[in-house]
């Protein structure tokens, strides 16, 4: 059965930290694994990695995948209150298309 | 240009009624998506629709669910004989291709009483 799992649970940081969100995953027939911010009910998509090795950039927002040691990596720099939102990976089959989510990290900045 | 719509926003339904929840999906996406996110919990995938292809009906949880596309655009989501454990968020996601980034709709908030 296909697995995400995504680290801390949630964490707590003051503007201007710089956050690391982890994403584990273990997903048949990989094909690329997505990022996403959830702040009320619609998740907005952040990137999609399909490469290993290779940064994305949005912004104060990066992310990278190492398909070898199956994770990814969502980092996010100077944050600021906006960014407080719960961040969730998912990986996306070649077959069926698909997305498995992580359980998501929950990340509240303070001012 | 306008994003992925859904309807009703909201609905408060009786155990044992059946509910249909819409999708408009963004214009010239092929591919759509439904999935569920019960309270604390993750996405769970439900349906999708590909083109005219037959959908991936893999993820439905049961018989009392069904979703059709019409027309490679709009879809319905029906659940009959709603049941309490149906209370859930309900998201719809279009894409430009199979393999492209999946764009959700603001989904509807089912509570089945």
């Known amino acids: 059965e296909d697995k995400v799992v995504q680290s801390p649970l949630s964490l707590v940081v003051h503007e201007g930290d710089t956050v690391t969100l982890n994403c584990s995953y273990e997903?048949?027939?990989?094909?690329?694994l997505l990022w996403y911010k959830q702040e009320k009910k619609a998740p907005t998509f952040l990137f999609m990695l399909?490469?290993?090795?290779i940064e994305k950039k949005s912004g104060r927002l990066s992310s990278i995948l190492d398909k070898k040691e199956l994770f990814s990596i969502l980092n996010i720099t100077a944050t600021q209150t906006g960014d407080s939102a719960v961040y969730l990976c998912?990986?996306?089959?070649?077959?069926?298309?698909?997305?498995?989510f992580g359980g998501g990290t929950r990340v509240l900045v303070k001012p | 240009g306008a994003g992925v719509s859904q309807s009703p926003s909201n609905k408060v339904t009786e155990k044992g009624k059946d509910v249909e929840l819409r999708c408009d999906p963004i214009?010239?996406?092929?591919?759509l998506y439904w999935y569920r996110q019960s309270l604390g919990q993750g996405l769970e995938f439900l349906i999708y629709?590909?083109?005219?292809?037959?959908?991936?009906k893999s993820g439905l949880p049961s018989d009392r669910f069904s979703a059709e596309r019409t027309g490679g655009s709009v879809s319905t989501l029906t659940i009959q004989r709603t049941q309490q454990e149906d209370s859930a968020v309900y998201l719809c996601?279009?894409?430009?291709?199979?393999?492209?980034?999946?764009?959700f709709g603001p989904g509807t908030r089912l509570t089945v009483l």
């Open positions: 996601a279009s894409s430009p291709s199979p393999s492209g980034g999946q764009f």
């Open positions: 997903v048949t027939n990989f094909r690329s």
């Open positions: 399909t490469s290993s090795g």
């Open positions: 998912a990986g996306f089959k070649a077959a069926g298309n698909k997305l498995t």
């Open positions: 214009s010239g996406h092929t591919a």
């Open positions: 629709f590909q083109g005219n292809s037959a959908p991936d």
